[in-house]
């Protein structure tokens, strides 16, 4: 019963190194398609868009709270 255990494990080993490799290898190709200045302008807006979603991750509530979740909730629209 051992060696079926073995050949499964040796299996998916294996197949998980030339994975990772073949993945390896297509970043590496991707990373090297790209110049420098296209791969400055995807991490600035990767960090554009990750500070964006984070400010309005922590100021939603507070905003929700002052003008009200919805538009007929706001005190601003009763006067």
């Known amino acids: 019963m051992w060696y079926i255990y073995f050949i499964?494990?040796?299996?998916?080993?294996?197949?998980?190194?030339l994975l990772q490799g073949q993945l390896h290898y297509l970043l590496g190709l991707a990373q090297a398609a790209l110049p420098v200045a296209a791969r400055f302008v995807i991490g600035a807006l990767t960090i554009y868009v990750g500070f964006g979603v984070l400010g309005v991750a922590l100021?939603?509530?507070?905003?929700?709270?002052?003008?009200?979740?919805?538009?007929h909730?706001?005190?601003y629209l009763e006067q």
């Open 73 to 75: 909730q706001s005190p």
């Open 8 to 17: 499964v494990t040796n299996f998916f080993v294996t197949f998980s190194g």
């Open 59 to 71: 100021f939603s509530e507070r905003v929700s709270e002052r003008f009200g979740t919805l538009p």
